[in-house]
């Protein structure tokens, strides 16, 4: 039997996405052979981020800098915005290096199942930052579920006032798909939104 401590370590880390008991003992009797060196890393670093860790006020990402520092860094545009649901959106849109604008977070979507509204989110500021100029593009990158649709057509409207263009990310078939293993949604929307060929 493992010590308290050494369980409440392997309990904390089995509630981490991903990780169910079996992987977070592995882990933990992992970092207890290599106490020395992953351990204190592992540690240091937690420690650093638990310490600095904020929320940037202009976008919304998660950082240890406020602005963070996508807002902060000169070498985006300034004139594209894209509108996602929450930070690991964010992220995983930066990671692929395509867009090279900026990005406003959510804080979810709308559902009226789950109760959020519009000002539970942070609508108001990204009108807010449209309304205060500079930006030509906002590029609407919810998630293709119903709430996701209903936030980017909720957003799309109360933009129309603004001289700005509106656009969405495009949703379809994926790269290497078969058409026998997709849903009837992800179907009908790469058939409403075919293109020519050539």
Request: glycine content about 10%; some cysteine.
């Amino acid at each position: 039997m493992a010590s308290q401590e050494i369980e409440a370590l392997t309990q904390a880390l089995s509630r981490l996405p991903g990780l169910g008991p079996r992987s977070a003992r592995r882990a933990v009797l992992w970092l207890i052979k290599r106490r020395e060196t992953s351990l204190v890393q592992l540690l240091g670093a937690l420690d650093a981020v638990r310490e600095g860790l904020v929320e940037c006020a202009t976008c919304g990402n998660v950082d240890t800098s406020n602005p963070c520092g996508i807002c902060a860094d000169p070498r985006r545009d300034t004139r594209a915005l894209c509108v996602v649901e929450d930070v690991a959106d964010l992220w995983a849109l930066d990671r692929a290096r395509l867009f090279t604008g900026r990005y406003h977070v959510l804080g979810g979507r709308l559902s009226a199942l789950e109760g959020v509204r519009p000002e539970d989110l942070t609508i108001a500021a990204l009108i807010g930052r449209v309304a205060a100029g500079g930006i030509d593009e906002v590029v609407l990158a919810m998630n293709a579920t119903l709430e996701g649709q209903t936030t980017a057509h909720y957003i799309a409207e109360r933009l129309e006032a603004y001289p700005v263009r509106i656009t969405q990310l495009a949703h379809g078939l994926p790269v290497g798909g078969e058409l026998d293993y997709l849903d009837e949604g992800t179907l009908a929307q790469a058939l409403r939104a075919r293109r020519p060929v050539g």
